[in-house]
């Protein structure tokens, strides 16, 4: 059976928590809560050394369970015995930050773990850099509708550009992805939504399980979200497709105008239809045109950074916590 590592990643507010869960429903996987370790982890890696040494293993599990904001205690993984095993374990970044999100599969008496993060979509470099096995679940919904639940969510500050350019990035970065058939999957939440079964069937034979019923009612594991992320209180009820197409009643026209022009292209090419709003006038499609010009020149401004580590490695990256992954790292089992 699959021992490979499951990322579910998407734009913010395409229903990747209730694919979470219906994974985490899964009798042989367990996927938790968002964390803030991953990215951190991977983008501050030379701060930690060669984690081929027992100390620096340790200084980086310490950070991931008692750092302030890495969310680990929402893992419900015990923190001492965490960074036991952590010095214990192999020496890379990967196998310290995989034990996490293994430990958690323990908890649940899992044998698979994944994650889910929806801007892992814009990380792709990280996830695979540590987990080269990995295989990645882009969720995809209508843009529309996720702009239309980014502007009512408490978290996000920015403005329509930002939750339109949000949308148009992950399907561009899924579009232009370059892993091989086994290592990358689309779905749409509409189809999740309206037909659970077929839908899953589909998803378990991509990443190599059978398909279980227990998947279809997510619900019955929600309590694994912390009940203080209000927002996702909708994973607390069964599926419906209720939720499809409401944007068309939460965004003003002008907005739709927005979507349609600047996403028209990218909504057809999968499966969802335009009103034929009028082209938003061109003081909305400077303003988008800003933003997504600040976002473009902050990831090649990451990208660079990122080529320039390469490097300079401290020490290993890649987890070695499976037979496949030693296999990868060409290490002997």
């Known amino acids: 059976m699959s021992e490979r ?98 430990m958690f599969a323990e908890r649940h008496g899992k044998i698979r773990w994944g994650d889910k993060r929806p801007p892992y979509i814009r990380h792709l470099d990280a996830v695979l850099a540590m987990f080269p096995d990995a295989q990645i679940v882009h969720l995809i919904r209508d843009g529309r509708d996720c702009v239309a639940s980014l502007k009512e969510m408490p978290w996000f500050k920015g403005d329509i550009s930002e939750a339109v350019y949000r949308w148009a990035e992950a399907i561009d970065i899924g579009r232009g992805h370059k892993l091989p058939p086994d290592s990358y999957y689309e779905l749409r939440y509409e189809d999740l939504c309206a037909d659970p079964t077929g839908t899953l069937t589909g998803l378990c034979t991509f990443i190599g399980e059978e398909y279980d019923p227990a998947m279809r009612e997510p619900y019955r594991v929600a309590d694994v979200v912390p009940a203080h992320k209000e927002w996702h209180v909708n994973t607390r009820q069964a599926v419906t497709t209720t939720r499809a197409g409401s944007w068309s009643s939460r965004l003003d026209p002008d907005e739709v105008s927005l979507c349609e022009t600047v996403l028209g292209s ?43 580590n390469r490097f300079r490695e401290p020490g290993p990256v890649a987890a070695l916590l499976t037979n496949t992954q030693r296999e990868l790292a060409g290490v002997p089992k």
């Open 266 to 308: 990218r909504l057809t090419a999968y499966g969802y239809e335009l009103t034929g709003a009028p082209r938003a006038p061109r003081r909305d499609l400077t303003a988008y045109e800003k933003t997504a010009s600040s976002w473009r020149r902050e990831l090649r401004r990451t990208a660079l950074v990122e080529r320039i």
């Open 5 to 102: 590592p499951i990322f579910v990643v998407g734009c913010p507010r395409s229903g990747t928590t209730m694919l979470q869960l219906m994974l985490h429903a899964h009798p042989r996987v367990a996927v938790p809560p968002e964390t803030r370790i991953l990215v951190q982890a991977y983008r501050d890696r030379r701060q930690w050394g060669d984690l081929r040494r027992p100390k620096n293993r340790r200084a980086l599990a310490r950070w991931i369970a008692k750092g302030p904001r890495t969310q680990f205690e929402d893992l419900g993984v015990d923190k001492d015995e965490f960074i036991r095993r952590a010095v214990a374990g192999p020496g890379s970044l990967g196998s310290v930050v995989g034990l996490v999100y293994a």
